[in-house]
């Protein structure tokens, strides 16, 4: 199953609990942003984006494993919009 959602990253506290999220995880994410796609487990791949505007998320797992991981950005204050 994918989910695709759309997560704003303000700080570092925000960038921290989302790759954090993502790692714990088993869920595959994939964070697109303009024209480049990197692997949402990377620090540094999010870190080369543009965090000033939000970030399209693609979750690819388990129906229960994307729900969880969906609830953490919403517990977080991730999600844009």
Known sequence: ??????VNL???KQ???FI???STSSCQVDVRSGHSYIDGKSIIGLLSLN???????????DSNKITALINTYEESN????
Do not use: F, Q
Not at 51 to 61: A, D, F, K, M, Q
Not at 78 to 81: S, Y
């Open 51 to 61: 965090l000033l505007r939000p970030l399209h998320v693609s979750v690819i797992g």
């Open 78 to 81: 991730l999600v844009a919009g």
């Open 10 to 12: 303000k700080n570092e």
């Open 1 to 6: 199953m994918i989910r695709n959602i759309t």
């Open 15 to 17: 960038i921290k609990k």
């Open 20 to 22: 954090s999220a993502n």
